[in-house]
Structures are given as C-alpha cells and as structure tokens.
C-alpha cells in the first residue's frame, strides 16, 4: 500500500486581506480507493462561521469528481459534536464507535452514466 499526505490552507478574503483560517488534510491515501480526512480551524473565533463546511463540500466534491476514493473516512473526537454534526450533514454515516472517538465514512462511488440517461 502506498500512503501520503496532501494538506490544503483554507484561506479567507476579508477587506482585500488574505488571512489562513485552518487546514484540510488527506491521508493514508489509496489512490481510486479509499483515504482519511483531517479539518482544523485554527482560532475558536473561526469555528462554526461556515469555513470548514465550505472547504470540505469543495474538496469531497473534487475528490468524487475525480475519482480520487471510493470511500472517504473522518474520525472525530466524541465529545467534538459541531464536528460531528457537519460531517453527518456532508453524508458521512458512523462506521465505528470508540471509547473516545467515532469513526465515519461516506461513500464516494461515481454513478456512471448510462446511456439511457439521456432519453
């Protein structure tokens, strides 16, 4: 298995200044397969403003727009519940629960288009 990491800055524009507000990374990456999702904001006054929502709606889309993984798996502390919530509003779905974490998985299989689609 071959394995990497891809970080991704969330930067925000606010008066024509560019500031980073947080980090989405990829991980233990099988490509067309599966890969692991990490989100940070940074400062507590940069959660729950919608930053993180937005950067990850962006990137699962890539992700299945280019068949990056079939499956995508986040893991959030139990006691993180806005953490939590977003990822079960962006389709994730729990995989397993642990004493101290929740593994969540959201399924990233492209539906090929058929021909019959188009009548």
């Not at 990456?29 to 993180?52: A, K, M, W």
């Not at 806005?82 to 539906?111: A, M, T, W």
Request: charged content about 30%.
């Amino acid at each position: 298995m071959t394995t990497f990491q891809v970080i991704y800055l969330i930067e925000i524009d606010e008066s024509g200044t560019h500031r980073i507000v947080g980090l989405a990374g990829l991980y233990d990456i099988e490509l067309s397969r599966s890969l692991r999702l990490s989100l940070t904001v940074f400062n507590p006054e940069d959660r729950r403003r919608g930053y993180g929502e937005k950067a990850l709606k962006l990137l699962l889309g890539l992700l299945q727009e280019n068949g990056a993984a079939e499956v995508v798996y986040a893991e959030v502390l139990k006691n993180n519940v806005p953490s939590l919530r977003l990822c079960i509003k962006l389709g994730f779905k729990v995989k397993r629960l642990y004493q101290d974490r929740v593994l969540l998985e959201k399924d990233q299989k492209r539906n090929p288009r058929r021909d019959d689609d188009e009548t």
